[in-house]
């Protein structure tokens, strides 16, 4: 099995669907993602991205509401806060004062730009 993503025209995910092996391989077996597209799009029309549940590809598994950056060839999370920044190395958002390592638990708190204790 293989997992698919829809893109709209601003290559955010509507939808990831799965889709069987059979339709993604070709006689011999071999998985192929343009396959996978081709079955996806015969289907539903649209433009399709396969996602890896296991990050294997594109960086992490895509979700509704994610991103997919070409030039990452990435899926990228929807920003969780406005003070985050993108690292393209990781496809990933990192806040602006790095979580504390001490083996508390903590939220972001937006207005303050630092970590707060859960209790």
Same mark, same amino acid.
């Given at each position: 099995m293989a997992h698919f993503a829809e893109l709209d025209n601003n290559n955010v995910v509507l939808r990831v669907i799965v889709v069987a092996t059979k339709d993604n391989s070709t006689a011999d077996g071999v998985?192929?993602?343009?396959?996978? *597209?081709?079955?996806?799009?015969?289907?539903?029309?649209?433009t399709w991205k396969q996602t890896s549940y296991n990050n294997n590809m594109r960086v992490q598994y895509a979700g509704i509401g994610y991103s997919y950056n070409p030039t990452l060839d990435a899926f990228i999370s929807p920003q969780p806060y406005p003070s985050w920044t993108l690292d393209n190395t990781m496809a990933?958002?990192?806040?602006?004062?790095?979580?504390?390592?001490?083996?508390? *638990?903590?939220?972001?708190n937006e207005e303050t730009q630092t970590w707060d204790v859960i209790d």
């Amino acid at each position: 099995m293989a997992h698919f993503a829809e893109l709209d025209n601003n290559n955010v995910v509507l939808r990831v669907i799965v889709v069987a092996t059979k339709d993604n391989s070709t006689a011999d077996g071999v998985e192929k993602e343009s396959i996978g *597209q081709a079955f996806c799009e015969r289907l539903f029309g649209g433009t399709w991205k396969q996602t890896s549940y296991n990050n294997n590809m594109r960086v992490q598994y895509a979700g509704i509401g994610y991103s997919y950056n070409p030039t990452l060839d990435a899926f990228i999370s929807p920003q969780p806060y406005p003070s985050w920044t993108l690292d393209n190395t990781m496809a990933d958002w990192i806040p602006p004062t790095p979580m504390p390592t001490d083996g508390g *638990q903590y939220s972001w708190n937006e207005e303050t730009q630092t970590w707060d204790v859960i209790d």
